[in-house]
């Protein structure tokens, strides 16, 4: 069972900046595929980005060239650096790992930007 524990969300201004952070436990961290995924109010959940164990990444085009995805193996981290935040932003963003054909969530975190 892989459990995994967000944190860094909160409130900040349009242009702003956040840095989220998962920890993951209860896997061999380097062997999952870690992902961010959000969902605003009355939307569908859609991924943000995605940093699989070898390292290939991939983004939503809503937030290319704004978004950094990276892992720390050595801490059991994924984290998602975001820049320029624009309201449009604002959800619960939540943190995946499939590890051996499983899927795994996180609680979530909120992310609200002001205009």
């Known amino acids: 069972q892989v459990q995994l524990v967000e944190s860094g969300g909160g409130l900040v201004q349009a242009g702003g900046s956040l840095r989220l952070s998962c920890v993951a436990s209860?896997?061999?961290?380097?062997?999952?595929?870690m992902g961010w995924y959000r969902q605003a109010p009355g939307k569908d959940r859609e991924l943000v980005a995605r940093i699989a164990r070898g390292g290939s990444i991939n983004y939503a085009d809503s937030v290319k060239g704004r978004f950094t995805i990276s892992r720390d193996n050595a801490k059991n981290t994924v984290y998602l650096q975001m820049n320029s935040l624009k309201p449009e932003d604002t959800a619960v963003y939540y943190c995946?790992?499939?590890?051996?054909?499983?899927?795994?969530w996180g609680q979530g975190t909120q992310v609200t930007v002001s205009s």
């Open positions: 995946t790992a499939a590890y051996y054909g499983n899927d795994y």
């Open positions: 209860g896997s061999i961290f380097a062997r999952n595929d």
